[in-house]
Every structure is written in structure tokens, then in C-alpha cells.
């Protein structure tokens, strides 16, 4: 592999200005087609084989009039009046009979004649059923609607929106956290580099990956269902994945021109020896990402698939793109920039640890590392086990109102129906009842539904088609545990509830699809653990030719995994960032566990190569395990820390939105990514390997008889070099040397 590697980087240096138009002419196509496309994402996601599913594809085959978006208006008074006031009510009523005739609008619950009016009489929910599933409601009917109430609340009622679409429900993509990201990513680079070129080169190559792989997505989205959290992921790993694969290419790049190199002999070389730790930290990332598709749920196996394209196109723009922008650069990615401070120190600290890798800060933690490898071990997982607590009391569930902030909309109109009614008015049930003879079927079967103790309130909706909808309100709230029992209590029973009638019944609903997906997710939990960890430990097997790094790769993996979760649970679930960073406690996102286990995993990964193919060059080298270690990780830590450092502040930046969904993925990745690079991959792992020693490169006979060697830390690439066993070599496609 490194030979390859090698003579595709040559390819690119020489050729760079080919390389560089063909990236700008793909990036180019992909706006053009995403334009011509009107690919738009969409959130009207399906979950196959489930009950929830099941009700909701009758309910568009046989009664789509109500197998769209419902709107939960909610009206009150304030100051001892009440909403059954003639004036107040009046204007209720002139609204909700205007709504009546927006388009798509199918029906409208009057509060006053349906009984939904709190008994205190300042609270009254009023219902819009809307013939278009969410996504499809268009704006102009939501404003309609908005316009119509405005009436109402001159009159000085209070009015506000919940439901599965509302106005205002639409999540305002803003790109304040990629440019917030890209600020603190090049001020990293400026301080680990001292040079504008090399702290721009990383984040140029990024960004035309990104365009060019959402492009790719917005197009793509026109004829598959793509969710708007897909775009989200892959812009996230798009960026600190393109930025990190650059910036280590560059940073081997940069030591060798500071040995004396001419840039055509030291990008190839670069690429030969780093490349292939870029190569297989890439391919760790996709086999995480596409191992979502085992779960079995669309809009995840779509995420899974958008972010690893997103992560294969940042790999090809680190394998190809990056060297010929070095072939641009030339040699001034090693002139280091006149700012005070600055340039000096970055300039020494290069110059220093090119000449003696022993020198800087990363070796000297290194040294310590080693020198108190049991305390420091223990101490790593005495901390990682600590914050790893909270995870042991996690509680899966899908956004509601109650997760929103206080000044929003929907988490106002939750927090008034709770107060009117009862939270189970925020998370109703649709009863799907088929085989229907008539209105004494529908009538049996609401009054078994009565019946059952945690039911507040039955009441049918509407029956045609041998199909009847029957609306049951919960004692308990959306994401109570009890709702989630009375889900299943009434499938259990569904004979008994159908009694005589020779009826068949499906629970549905948004909170029972909430269930299901939260059912869903934990059942596929293991197998995709598994799955994925699986093919990780074969590929990084094959790429370190021992069994025991990836075993510790894994090991540590779940450690900052666990803590991750259990930071997770400990500041959104329990409450403690409640104040911090503005947000609502809430269940942990159903989700989002296997969501970090695909990305974490992955980037992990990419450490764990980074540092231990550093190791690994060091021992094949000189043969003292104990020292290669020291010295492996000293060279790798400026690098690691740089490259954890961005995509922690990448992942941070996604924290300055108001969607509470973004701002928890946000942070769990962001202390995930931090956990495992500096407490795992520069911490634990040097010291498990200062422990071992030589024993952990152990394989037996028949696995280097049959396993070929990729050469992942380039030794044997460097020793062909120094033969001059490549001088004849051509460019990819000609003729040299076989791939090692």
C-alpha cells in the first residue's frame, strides 16, 4: 500500500494542476445538479415493521383525510378571565372556522363543542388535522393559520402551537456553527504550524470535500429521503475528517522538509508513510457509518450512508487534493509566519522536534506516561468509570415539547396543556380499528378502550371504509414510562379490547411511533456492536498485524464511549447543564447511543492508528518496544492534540443552536472525541503498550505466511527508497513496483 501511495501522491505533485481541476469541475457539477435537481431534505422518515408504521400506511390507503400533520392550537386567558368569555369565545370560534377552509386542512376540532376546555376554563385546545404528512404541509397554509388567530390574540388570549406541524416548526439551518468551527480549526492550525499556507491548506481541501459531498446529498435527496440531521452529520465529520487526514499528511510533510528535503521527494514520501495510517483511520470511520444500515431503520441507514460518503470524499481529498496543494505550496509551508510570539515559537518548537523527536512537550508526557504506566492506567480508568455512573440510569426517548426551551412555541404550548389537562393531552394514541361494521363496533371498542385504568379519555374521530379512528389521551406525558406500558398493554390485550366485534386493532400515533423507534433502536443495539466492532478488529488486525492492539483499541474505545454517555445523561438528562448551556433536562435521544457508538468508534479509530502506526515505525525500527512507545507517542501527540482539538471544537460549535436535539448530539460527540483522545489514545494506550512491551506485536507463523504486510508506518517503502528500488517506478498505472 505505501508504494501506491507513494507514486499517487508523485502523480498529483506533478500533475497538480489536472488533480485541482478536476476537484473544482466535480464540485462544480455537484451544485449544478443539486441545483437542477431541487433536492430538498426531507423529515417524513417511516419506520418498516412497526405496529405504529402499520396504522399509519391504512390510515393513507383507506382514510388519508387524518394519515397527515396534526396542529394543537392551545388558547389562554390570563388574570381570572376565561376563554368561554362571549368576546374571547367568539373569536376563538371566527378563527378555528377560518382555518376550516385552508388548503390542505381536512378538519377542525371547535374546543367548545369537543369538550376541551380546561376546567378551570382559561385553557382550550383546538385541532387542525391536515391532510399532507408533515414535511408536504405547505407554508403558506401554515401562515394561514398564524394570520387567522391573529384576531384572538388582539383580544389579549394567549396562543400558541404543538403537534407534529405547526407554525414555526420548521428548524432554521444556520451556518453560524461551521463558521464558528473553520475560526477555531485555523487558529489551531496557526498555533501548531506558525505558517498561513500550512494552516489554511487543511481547511481549503475540507471545505471543497464538504460542497462537494452535500451537493451531492441536496441531489441525491430528490428522488431518496433524506432527514436534515444526515446533512447535519456529514457537515460535521465532513470538516473535522477532511481538516484531521490533511493535517496529518501535512505534518509529516512539513518535519521532512525541515530535514532538508525538496518538496517533490517529501510529499510522495509523506504520503507513502502517513497515507496509509490516513487510509486505514478513513475506512474505520465508513465501516462504523455504514454499519447503521444493520439497524434496519431508513432515515439511519441514510445518515449512516450520507456521513460515510461524506468521510470517503474527505479521504480521496487527503489522498489526492492535498498533494498537489502542496505542489502549489511548495516550500512555503515551512515558512513560518512574522507574527510576535507566534512564528518564533512555532518555528523553534518544528525546527526542534524535526531534529530531536525527544524534545518537545508530547514526549516529555510521553516519558511520564511510561515512567508511571500502573498509576497513570489506573488512574485513566478510575476517571473514565466515574463519569461513565450517569450511563446506568439513561432514559431513551424522542424530543417533545418538554425538551424545547422555555421561549418556544411548542415547549409553551406543552407546559399550558399539562397544566389544563394533564400531560397525556401532549402525546395522544390513534387507535386504528379495521374490519369495522358499523358505529356499535366503534362504540365497543371505545368503551373497552375506557375502561383500561391508565386511559384519561376516549374519543372516536371518524369511521369509513370499514375503518374506524378512535383518539386515546393518556394519564401520563409522551416519554413517561407509563405511556410506554399502556402502549403495550393495549397491544397485549387487543382480543379483549376488540371483543366480539370481529374487529383487528393498531396502536398508533406519533408517541407510540416514538416507542417503537425507541424499541427498535435498543433491540439493534447489540447486533450493531457487534457488526461493527467486528469488522474493526478485522481490518485493524490486518493493518497492525497483531491481535492485541485492536483488542485494547476496542477496550479503550468503550471506556470513552461509556463515559461519553455517562457525561451525556449527567448534563441533559439529569439537568446539571440546565443553566450552562440553556437547555431543558429530557430523556437521552433514542437515537443518539448508537449514533456516537458508529462516530466515536470511528474517530477513536483514527487515533488509535495515528499514535500506535508511530509506535509501530519506531519499534520496526530500533526493536525497544518500551522506547518506541516513548517516542512514538511523543511524535504523535502535537498532531493528535491539533486534530482533537479541531473536531472537539467543530462538534462544540454545533452546541450554539436551539435545536436541543443538535446541541445534545453536539456535545456528546465533542466529549467523546476529547475522552478518547487525550485520556485514552495519549494516555491508556502508551501505557497498556509501556506494560506489554514486545509481546503485544506478537502473531504466530501461519498469520504472517498468509496475511500480507500493507506497511502501514512505511518502513519498507523508506528502506526501498534509500535502495533506490524505486527509480524507475511511474506514475499510477504505469509501470513499478506491486502495492505492499
Known amino acids: 500500500m505505501s508504494s501506491y501511495l507513494y507514486r499517487l501522491a508523485r502523480f498529483a505533485f506533478r500533475r497538480r494542476r489536472l488533480v485541482l481541476g478536476l476537484w473544482l469541475a466535480a464540485a462544480v457539477a455537484a451544485i449544478a445538479i443539486a441545483q437542477a435537481s431541487g433536492g430538498k431534505t426531507n423529515d417524513n422518515f417511516t ?79 383546538g385541532q387542525v388535522q391536515w391532510s399532507a404528512k408533515p414535511p408536504d404541509v405547505k407554508d403558506a397554509g401554515l401562515d394561514a393559520v398564524k394570520e387567522a388567530v391573529k384576531p384572538v390574540q388582539a383580544a389579549g388570549v394567549q396562543v400558541e402551537y404543538n403537534g407534529s406541524v405547526y407554525p414555526g416548526w420548521r428548524t432554521e439551518i444556520s451556518e453560524v456553527p461551521e463558521l464558528i468551527g473553520l475560526i477555531v480549526a485555523f487558529v489551531i492550525l496557526m498555533v501548531t504550524f506558525g505558517a498561513f499556507v500550512a494552516a489554511g491548506m487543511p481547511i481549503l481541501g475540507a471545505i471543497i470535500g464538504v460542497v462537494t459531498t452535500l451537493m451531492g446529498i441536496t441531489a441525491v435527496a430528490s428522488v431518496v429521503t433524506i432527514a436534515s440531521a444526515s446533512t447535519t452529520v456529514a457537515l460535521m465529520l465532513g470538516l473535522s475528517c477532511g481538516i484531521d487526514y490533511g493535517l496529518f499528511i501535512l505534518s509529516r510533510h512539513r518535519t521532512n522538509l525541515l530535514n532538508g528535503m525538496t518538496p ?28 447503521l444500515t444493520v439497524v434496519g431503520i431508513p432515515f439511519l441507514t441514510v445518515m449512516g450512508v450520507a456521513a460515510a460518503a461524506s468521510v470517503a470524499v474527505a479521504l480521496l481529498i487527503a489522498l489526492t487534493l492535498v498533494p498537489a496543494l502542496l505542489g502549489f505550496a511548495g516550500p512555503k509551508v515551512a515558512r513560518f509566519t512574522r507574527l510576535p510570539v507566534l512564528g ?19 514526549a516529555r508526557w510521553a516519558r511520564f506516561v511510561v515512567r508511571n504506566r500502573v498509576l497513570v492506567l489506573i488512574g485513566g480508568i478510575v476517571l473514565l468509570g466515574v463519569l461513565a455512573i450517569p450511563a446506568t440510569q439513561i432514559q431513551l426517548g424522542l424530543p417533545s415539547g418538554a425538551s424545547q426551551s422555555k421561549d418556544n412555541t411548542q415547549r409553551k404550548a406543552y407546559d399550558l396543556t399539562t397544566e389544563g389537562f394533564g400531560a397525556g393531552f401532549n402525546g395522544a394514541l390513534l387507535i386504528v380499528a379495521q374490519d369495522v361494521d358499523g ?19 376516549v374519543t372516536p374521530l371518524a369511521a369509513k371504509n370499514d375503518i374506524s379512528l378512535v383518539r386515546v389521551i393518556p394519564k401520563s406525558g409522551p416519554n413517561d414510562t407509563a405511556t410506554a406500558d399502556l402502549v403495550h398493554k393495549l397491544r397485549d390485550d ?18 407510540a411511533s416514538n416507542i417503537d423507534v425507541s424499541s427498535k433502536l435498543s433491540g439493534a443495539l447489540p447486533v450493531f456492536l457487534i457488526v461493527v466492532v467486528g469488522l474493526a478488529f478485522v481490518l485493524l488486525t490486518f493493518a497492525f498485524r497483531t491481535i492485541l492492539v485492536p483488542v485494547k483499541s476496542i477496550l479503550g474505545f468503550l471506556l470513552s464511549m461509556a463515559a461519553a454517555l455517562g457525561a451525556q445523561v449527567a448534563i441533559f438528562q439529569w439537568g446539571w447543564g440546565e443553566h450552562i448551556f440553556g437547555i431543558t433536562p429530557s430523556e437521552t435521544i433514542s437515537f443518539l447511543p448508537i449514533i456516537m457508538l458508529a462516530i466515536i468508534f470511528g474517530l477513536s479509530s483514527d487515533y488509535e492508528v495515528f499514535v500506535v ?28 492534540t491539533a486534530a482533537a482539538l479541531i473536531m472537539f471544537f467543530i462538534f462544540v460549535a454545533f452546541m450554539f443552536t436551539n435545536d436541543p436535539t443538535i446541541k445534545a448530539i453536539g456535545f456528546s460527540f465533542a466529549v467523546g472525541v476529547f475522552l478518547d483522545a487525550f485520556v485514552v489514545r495519549l494516555t491508556l494506550v502508551p501505557a497498556v503498550m509501556a506494560i506489554v512491551r514486545s509481546k503485544l506485536w506478537y502473531h504466530p507463523r501461519w498469520f504472517a505466511r498468509y496475511v500480507p504486510d500493507p506497511d502501514i508506518e512505511g518502513q519498507r517503502l523508506e528502506d526501498r527508497l534509500a535502495g533506490h528500488e524505486l527509480e524507475t517506478a511511474g506514475a499510477p498505472g504505469g509501470r513499478g513496483h506491486g502495492d505492499s
Not at 344 to 362: F, I, L, M, T, Y
Not at 614 to 638: L, M, P, W
Open 439 to 457: 358505529a356499535a363496533d366503534t362504540q365497543q371498542i371505545a368503551g373497552a378502550l375506557a375502561k383500561v385504568p391508565d386511559v384519561a379519555k
Open 344 to 362: 518564533r515559537r512555532a518555528e523553534k518548537v518544528a525546527r526542534r522536534s524535526a531534529a530531536d523527536p525527544e524534545s518537545p512537550a508530547g
Open 613 to 640: 502506526s508511530r509506535i509501530k515505525e519506531d519499534y520496526t525500527k530500533n526493536g525497544d518496544a518500551r522506547r518506541a512507545v516513548e517516542r512514538g507517542t511523543g511524535v504523535s501527540a502535537r498532531v493528535v
Open 264 to 291: 517533490e521527494e517529501s510529499v510522495p514520501l509523506a504520503m507513502g508513510t502517513a497515507g496509509s495510517s490516513v487510509v486505514f483511520a478513513g475506512l474505520t470511520v465508513i465501516i462504523a457509518l455504514c454499519g
Open 494 to 511: 387487543r382480543a379483549a379490547i376488540e371483543g366480539s366485534t370481529g374487529a383487528h386493532i393498531l396502536v398508533g400515533g406519533t408517541t
Open 47 to 125: 419506520i418498516p415493521n412497526t405496529e405504529a408504521q402499520n396504522a399509519s400506511d391504512v390510515l393513507s390507503a383507506k382514510l388519508p383525510a387524518f394519515s397527515g400533520g396534526q396542529s394543537t392550537i392551545v388558547f389562554a386567558t390570563h388574570g381570572g378571565a376565561k376563554v368561554s368569555d362571549p368576546a374571547d369565545k367568539a373569536a376563538i370560534e371566527k378563527a378555528l372556522t377560518t382555518i376550516k377552509s385552508v388548503p390542505q386542512v381536512s378538519s377542525v376540532v371547535d374546543p367548545f363543542t369537543a369538550d376541551l376546555v380546561s376546567p378551570s376554563g382559561s385553557i382550550a385546545l
